[in-house]
Structure formats: C-alpha cells, structure tokens
C-alpha cells in the first residue's frame, strides 16, 4: 500500500534556509545541507525547497546549493520557486532535484505545464496553487504570493485551475490554502476534500498545521497523498517519528 | 570498484543515479560510446521521461544490439528497466526486448492515483543476490505511470490497484521500478548488492 508523505518545506534565500515572513525579516536557519540531512534522518519522506531569492540573477548563481543537496540526499526533493520556462526547469532537473514546482509562473502562461511535461514527463512536474475564500464563498486562486505588495487575486477558481493544471501536465498538485496557513488550527478540510474530489493525481496539503492531530484528520478525512508543512517541523513542536507513530496508530499507511 | 557505466540515455536522474553510487564510493562516467559500455564491469541504464524518446535515443547512438549482447550485470532504472521488456503501450518503437513481456499503462481506479507517486512497499517473489538484507514489507520510492506486470522475471512485487513488477532480473539483465537514488537505506542496498554481483 502506498505511504502518505510527510513533507518539510524549508524556504531558500541566497543559498540558506531561512525562516521569516515571505520576503521579509528573514533569519538565517543554518545551511541547506545540514538542515536537508537532518530531516531526511528523521524520516521525512520528501522534501520541498521554495527558493525566494528576489532577483533571478542571483537566483540563477546560488542555484548551485540544488547540486549539493543532490549529491548528500537519498530521499526524493522538489524545488519550487522562480521556475518559468523549459530552461530554468532543466537547469534545476539536471542539477539533481526530482520535482519543479510551478506557481504564478503557470497562471501567467498555464502552457508552460504542458511544456514541462512535454520534455520531462508529468512526474517531474508539480503545480502550486495558492487559494483564498472569497466573500461570495468561492475559493479563487491568489498570484504573486511571495511578496504581499505584489498579491493579485484573480478571477479563476482555484478548483477549475486545479483541473486545468492536470489536464494540461501537472503530475502533482500543492494546493496551499492562505485561510489556514500560518494559523496552525488545522488544515482546511472543506476545501481538500472538495479539492481532492476532482484531483486524479496526487495531491498535497499545505496550510494550517499546528498539532498532529491536524495530520490525522488531512490523511483520513481529505485522502490526500501528502501533507506539506514548514514551521510545526522547524521549531521543534513536532518530530517527524512521533509524528509518524501517532499518524500510524489511526490507520494512517507511512513509511516507519 | 572499478568499471561501473551509468548510459547516458538523455534522462534527467542520471546525476541522481551518479551521486548515489559516489556515496558507495564508486564514481561511475557517463558513457555513450559502445566500446567503453562493453569494456565496464557492471553498466547502468538511468532514465526517466518517456519510453519513445528513450528508445529512438538509444537508436541514435547505435547502441541497441550493444546493450542487448551484453554480458556483464546490467541494471535499469524506472523507464531504463522498462526499456529492458519487449515493448511499452507508451511507444510505437520496440525496446530491448530482453524480457519477453509489455510494459501497460498503470489502470486508474477510485481512490488510485496515477502516476503511482511516493513510498511503497516491496514484497519478495523470489531470493536472488540482488535481494540481500531486504525484507518484505521495506518501501522504496516510485515515482511512473506504466508498470510490467509480474512474472517469471519478478524478483519483488509491489501493488497499486493492481500487483506489478519492481525488480525483475532475467540472466544478467535487472531492472528496479522505482528510484533506488531516492529510496534512502534500502535503495543504498540494492545498488551495493548489485555492484557486488
């Protein structure tokens, strides 16, 4: 039976981790290396590096840390994060990593996931969905998210883009949902199970994790693959063995 | 050890691949060329991506009948074990043919996700080297959307909906499903036993 997948997300600016609001106050963590080890030793099942590096100069000089991680990590990672063409996507692939995930890039151009999958198979291509409830109770997709000056709600349904992102290529799907994240009550299950039921790929949660119950009810009751989360797992609240033991003791298929 | 090749099939993984083995202490080229893949002591076949593309690759480089008279351990990894049977739905061209079976479009069902995507587990079928100090039940890594079913080639199983192929051998040719360069201890093992062969 397939595992559900643990993933830590650790955010990436000029080749170290950091942790902070997205574009601000950023505090260094340590080195990628160090922290991609220390997950993979306590079992964390794949891990995602969202680099936000601001200017794709640099990004493209300190993209060298992918190649690093590749050569110490046996465990699957995905790389998301200023990915916007065949190019920059092979330059990440080749370097090591086994995912690109794409974001606003593929609301801007959605060809650009066909393209991807075109030249690299849909299992190397993750797409990125950032969504927010609007007034009216529909759940739209938000662009540009990284920086809050430059946030853009559209007029798509994150739910139809999610079903035009897997017809178009996308072999994966993060669906992030901003009503939940960086609260820690819980993700939010109305929308991943509404998400899930017109998902035929695999999909991840992102958003809302504070406790392990939160990872119980996700699994159980969205059925989804895998659950995303950064900072539950980078303070220390919550250890990825325990974590899998208690997910393991209500039924939850992982890997020990 | 010496002499082990990864085939520079065109695939995204093969640093992947390359890297595992640094980590077992071999460095292992990336060779396109017949004579140095008949000269070397174990040969890999990385690739990922698309059974068609892979095989007119192979004939570009005019190494089809050198892989296929190979004597040596050959193993391939994900699309390179697929490339390893008869033919795949995913392609009009042949591949290697050195196992006589299809490679089949995983079948989606309710509540089955394709590509079949993450850790999963390994059931043994038969002993074999290959298998030395892995149990049933240890998960590796998948990551594909057509499979081989099982058979006299299986050496261990897995299942999605349906029981398929994970690591295949017949005479010196081997095969792996999933990702063994990111299938952490376990996937660190089944290479070591294979260069150990």
């Known amino acids: 039976m397939l595992s559900r997948r643990l993933i830590p997300c650790l955010d990436v600016k000029d080749g170290q981790v950091v942790k902070g609001v997205r574009f601000r106050d950023h505090v260094v963590m340590g080195s990628i290396v160090e922290l991609a080890l220390r997950y993979r030793d306590e079992g964390a099942d794949e891990l995602v590096f969202y680099d936000i590096t601001a200017s794709p100069q640099q990004r493209q000089v300190e993209r060298s840390w992918v ?45 650009l996931i066909g393209e991807l999958a075109d030249a690299f198979g849909v299992q190397c291509v993750v797409v990125g969905i950032d969504s927010l409830r609007d007034e009216d109770g529909e759940w739209r997709v938000r662009q540009f998210t990284g920086d809050p000056a430059k946030t ?105 | 050890m010496s002499g082990v090749v990864l085939v520079d099939g065109g695939g995204t993984n093969i640093g992947s691949v390359r890297h595992a083995l640094q980590r077992l202490g071999v460095d292992a080229p990336l060779v396109t060329e017949a004579a140095r893949i008949r000269a070397a002591s174990h040969v890999i076949l990385p690739g990922v991506g698309a059974a068609g593309p892979a095989m007119r690759r192979l004939r570009e480089l005019d190494l089809v009948d050198t892989l296929r008279g ?28 050195l196992i006589d079976a299809m490679v089949e479009k995983l079948t989606p069902a309710a509540g089955l996700r394709i590509p079949h995507m993450g850790w999963n587990a390994l059931q043994r079928v038969r002993d074999h080297a290959l298998l030395a100090g892995i149990e049933s039940g240890e998960q590796a890594y998948f990551v594909h959307s057509y499979a081989a079913s099982a058979g006299a080639w299986t050496l261990a199983a897995c299942d999605h909906g349906q029981r398929f192929s994970a690591i295949v051998q017949k005479d010196n040719f081997h095969g792996m499903q999933f990702h063994p360069e990111r299938s952490a201890g376990v996937g660190s093992r089944l290479l070591k036993n294979f260069l150990a062969l």
């Open chain 1, 67 to 111: 190649e690093r991680v590749a050569e110490v990590i046996d465990i699957p990672f995905c790389v998301a994060g200023g990915i916007d063409s065949v190019a920059s996507a092979r330059e990440v692939l080749m370097a090591g990593a086994d995912k690109v995930s794409i974001n606003s890039p593929a609301l801007s151009r959605p060809q």
């Open chain 1, 152 to 256: 853009r709600a559209l007029a798509r349904r994150s739910l139809d883009w999610l079903e035009e992102a897997v017809e178009r290529g996308a072999g994966e799907i993060v669906l992030n949902c901003m009503g939940a994240d960086g609260v820690r009550q819980g993700y939010d299950l109305e929308q991943l199970v509404a998400a899930r039921a017109r998902c035929a790929v695999p999909l991840v949660a992102s958003g809302g994790a504070g406790m392990a119950a939160h990872f119980v009810d996700v699994f159980r009751h969205a059925d989804v693959d895998a659950a995303l989360a950064a900072s539950v797992f980078h303070s220390g609240s919550i250890a990825i063995p325990a974590l899998k033991r208690e997910l393991a003791a209500n039924g939850v298929a992982v890997r020990p």
């Open chain 2, 70 to 97: 190979l004597t040596q351990p050959v193993l391939g990894v994900c699309l390179g074990m697929q490339l390893l049977f008869r033919a795949s739905s995913e392609s009009e061209l042949p591949c290697l043919g």
